[in-house]
């Protein structure tokens, strides 16, 4: 696929009557949000969320407990943050396109193979080394490092687009789970990993590289100096058709760092340390919140309709928090708007651990859901105000190792507590103190290096 401009003029002028001079259309990065929020929704609805609609389903179906499958999705997620680093360092130096291409594919068989799944050896397995591993490949850190090379000042606004598009597919779960009414969850899993390959594809053909390949800046600025660039650029000296070599004014070490750190800078800063740790921690709560929202309105007398609604509530109430968050960082900085929410994401804990009817679930849902939105825009945000463009990828990605432990540890931990004392008060009662700890450690972040 091209970009919608053959040359470098192209790309670059237009000039209104008053002499003012500006990229040609829409600027590119702005289909690149368009197509990651495409296939977003789509894993909103059968994945991110989804999960939670198959969870119940096949615990029924084949007797395991919950702890049981909820370990396959831990160890998965465990698998997904060890595989960040070597995904970031991946799409770092081959770019997004092919990394994703063979994501797809890995989920989508994977999702496939689900649905012939007997024993849970077979669903450890299957889930794990292809669902899991696809999922790290075709997602977060090739998108997310997509989008933050495309834009700086207006990154926020884009991630929260991005995020947003999480927010309503989780629209489509109470859907999902008719349908696996309907039909089963085997089934199910057929129409998600072939729906996963048809959408997948075309988003990751459209991803593209720093915006400096193309004679263009992130936001859809001019670069300063025109003249530095070469006017052949993108026809003679391109390695593909459509992936060509960066100008020589790009690959200058003083232009390198002005951008950002390598790898290895960033992890020797306390800002890496202090932004995973504090994620990860944000982390338990959220992916103990996405995989047990159902099973907990369910055990309080309500059908799995009104329950997979109640999880479609937390996802489009999000979407507040998502582009609200996304335009507050922006405006206000990262740091503001997740220590806020982090604060908020602990009362919204102590309100879920006390929840014993449907109107205090609402109320979960009305304090949770703007403040999980709002991090999830300023969570990418935050890496690239402190650390930049140059190395986005594998910073992300080393940093999400770090914060694997949360995810991996919050929902197994959640479900052990229901196994043990037949309730998750005790789970979220330590997630609320757990976040307290988390909005400290933000609190010490100093002034950002790259915005």
């Known amino acids: 696929?091209?970009?919608?401009?053959?040359?470098?003029?192209?790309?670059?002028?237009?000039?209104?009557?008053?002499?003012?001079?500006?990229?040609?259309?829409?600027?590119?990065?702005?289909?690149?949000?368009?197509?990651?929020?495409?296939?977003?929704?789509?894993?909103?609805?059968?994945?991110?969320?989804?999960?939670?609609?198959?969870?119940?389903?096949?615990?029924?179906?084949?007797?395991?407990?919950?702890?049981?499958?909820?370990?396959?999705?831990?160890?998965?997620?465990?698998?997904?943050?060890?595989?960040?680093?070597?995904?970031?360092?991946?799409?770092?130096?081959?770019?997004?396109?092919?990394?994703?291409?063979?994501?797809?594919?890995?989920?989508?068989?994977?999702?496939?193979?689900?649905?012939?799944?007997?024993?849970?050896?077979?669903?450890?397995?299957?889930?794990?080394?292809?669902?899991?591993?696809?999922?790290?490949?075709?997602?977060?850190?090739?998108?997310?490092?997509?989008?933050?090379?495309?834009?700086?000042?207006?990154?926020?606004?884009?991630?929260?687009?991005?995020?947003?598009?999480?927010?309503?597919?989780?629209?489509?779960?109470?859907?999902?789970?008719?349908?696996?009414?309907?039909?089963?969850?085997?089934?199910?899993?057929?129409?998600?990993?072939?729906?996963?390959?048809?959408?997948?594809?075309?988003?990751?053909?459209?991803?593209?590289?720093?915006?400096?390949?193309?004679?263009?800046?992130?936001?859809?600025?001019?670069?300063?100096?025109?003249?530095?660039?070469?006017?052949?650029?993108?026809?003679?000296?391109?390695?593909?058709?459509?992936?060509?070599?960066?100008?020589?004014?790009?690959?200058?070490?003083?232009?390198?760092?002005?951008?950002?750190?390598t790898a290895r800078q960033a992890i020797m800063t306390k800002a890496f340390w202090t932004i995973s740790f504090g994620f990860s921690l944000r982390m338990m709560v959220t992916g103990a919140v996405t995989l047990h929202a159902i099973p907990i309105v369910e055990d309080m007398g309500y059908s799995r309709t009104v329950a997979a609604s109640v999880l479609g509530t937390i996802g489009i109430t999000s979407l507040v928090g998502r582009l609200g968050g996304g335009w507050l960082c922006d405006r206000l900085g990262t740091k503001r708007v997740v220590v806020f929410t982090v604060l908020t994401l602990a009362i919204s804990a102590l309100v879920l651990a006390f929840a014993q009817s449907l109107w205090m679930v609402i109320l979960f849902v009305a304090i949770y859901a703007p403040s999980y939105g709002a991090q999830a825009a300023a969570m990418p945000a935050m890496r690239g105000d402190h650390f930049g463009r140059r190395s986005f990828g594998l910073i992300s990605g080393l940093s999400g190792m770090v914060q694997t432990g949360g995810s991996v540890i919050g929902p197994f931990f959640a479900a052990y507590a229901y196994d043990s004392t037949g309730s998750y008060q005790i789970a979220f009662l330590i997630f609320a103190i757990l976040l307290l700890f988390s909005a400290a450690l933000f609190l010490t972040l100093g002034r950002p290096r790259y915005r």
């Not at 899991?132 to 075709?138: D, M, R």
Request: hydrophobic content about 45%; cysteine-free; aromatic content about 12%.
């Open 1 to 261: 696929m091209k970009l919608p401009f053959t040359n470098r003029k192209q790309a670059l002028t237009q000039t209104d009557p008053g002499g003012d001079t500006r990229p040609r259309g829409i600027f590119y990065g702005w289909w690149i949000v368009a197509a990651g929020t495409m296939i977003w929704v789509f894993n909103g609805m059968t994945y991110s969320y989804g999960l939670s609609v198959f969870y119940t389903s096949i615990i029924g179906d084949l007797g395991w407990t919950r702890t049981q499958l909820a370990g396959a999705i831990s160890l998965s997620r465990l698998e997904t943050g060890l595989l960040g680093g070597v995904g970031g360092f991946l799409v770092d130096k081959i770019g997004p396109r092919p990394v994703m291409l063979v994501g797809i594919t890995m989920m989508s068989l994977g999702f496939i193979a689900l649905s012939r799944a007997n024993s849970l050896m077979e669903f450890y397995l299957v889930f794990i080394l292809l669902v899991a591993v696809g999922s790290s490949l075709s997602y977060v850190v090739p998108i997310d490092t997509t989008v933050a090379n495309w834009f700086v000042k207006k990154r926020g606004t884009a991630f929260g687009f991005l995020r947003g598009a999480i927010a309503v597919g989780a629209l489509g779960v109470t859907l999902l789970a008719l349908f696996i009414g309907e039909f089963g969850w085997r089934t199910a899993f057929v129409g998600v990993g072939v729906g996963t390959f048809v959408l997948g594809i075309p988003t990751a053909l459209i991803m593209r590289r720093q915006p400096e390949h193309y004679g263009l800046l992130p936001d859809g600025d001019l670069p300063p100096e025109p003249s530095k660039f070469d006017t052949s650029f993108g026809t003679a000296t391109s390695n593909t058709e459509d992936e060509p070599s960066p100008p020589a004014a790009i690959t200058d070490p003083a232009t390198e760092d002005a951008i950002g750190m």
